[in-house]
T-cell receptor, first 111, second 117 residues
Framework: SQQGEEDPQALSIQEGENATMNCSYKTSINNLQWYRQNSGRGLVHLILIRSNEREKHSGRLRVTLDTSKKSSSLLITASRAADTASYFCATASSGNTPLVFGKGTRLSVIA | DTEVTQTPKHLVMGMTNKKSLKCEQHMGHRAMYWYKQKAKKPPELMFVYSYEKLSINESVPSRFSPECPNSSLLNLHLHALQPEDSALYLC????????????????FGDGTRLSIL
């Protein structure tokens, strides 16, 4: 069953611009994770934010979590062509359920 | 380079063939996963192994048979597959699965692209 839903499904920006992706989910969570997948490759874990955290940074990445709205956002600042990839949010429920991935956002950064 | 190694990278097989996908990790992780991913879709969980025991089977057809020979290796045995089974098969590992560990980040291999003729 699917938990997270990313928005937008696809995003195209110029190099140097910021990219924002959103994720909404339905049930209570223990943590929310963001992953990147380059074409033809496996997923790479980017960042994990716990349910008691509101914001987290890692390099050019900034993740926010609003548990009252059941939503999260991933901001990539000063985007580069190498950021072109699909980005998935994944939720870890408080119950005994495995990690569930959202549908993903396909980001294209044009040089 | 990824820390989870999957072989082969590509596999083409007929519907009557028997083949196996292999996955290896040397990070000391005790949980390993198989996912199926169709084009432009998210990964779908198939199986979870925790401490070499099958912990979750997400109602996967019996033509897919997982095996965990030891804590570093995970196999997926394939037999009598259907054309709709063509997909990217991803292996992942995490430090643990049971209890608090189940929410830990997962490390993925680059997958095996499987085509069923």
């Amino acid at each position: 069953s699917q938990q997270g839903e990313e928005d937008p499904q696809a995003l195209s920006i110029q190099e140097g611009e910021n990219a924002t992706m959103n994720c909404s989910y339905k049930t209570s969570i223990n943590n929310l994770q963001w992953y990147r997948q380059n074409s033809g490759r496996g997923l790479v874990h980017l960042i994990l934010i716990r349910s008691n955290e509101r914001e987290k940074h890692s390099g050019r990445l900034r993740v926010t979590l609003d548990t009252s709205k059941k939503s999260s956002s991933l901001l990539i600042t000063a985007s580069r062509a190498a950021d072109t990839a699909s980005y998935f949010c994944a939720t870890a429920s408080s119950g005994n359920t495995p990690l569930v991935f959202g549908k993903g956002t396909r980001l294209s950064v044009i040089a | 380079d990824t820390e989870v190694t999957q072989t082969p990278k590509h596999l083409v097989m007929g519907m009557t063939n028997k083949k196996s996908l292999k996955c290896e990790q040397h990070m000391g992780h005790r949980a390993m996963y198989w996912y199926k991913q169709k084009a432009k879709k998210p990964p779908e969980l198939m199986f979870v192994y925790s401490y070499e025991k099958l912990s979750i089977n997400e109602s996967v057809p019996s033509r897919f048979s997982p095996e965990c020979p030891n804590s570093s290796l995970l196999n997926l045995h394939l037999h009598a597959l259907q054309p709709e089974d063509s997909a990217l098969y991803l292996c992942a590992s995490s430090q643990d699965y049971a209890g608090r560990g189940k929410n830990q980040p997962q490390h993925f291999g680059d997958g095996t692209r499987l085509s069923i003729l």
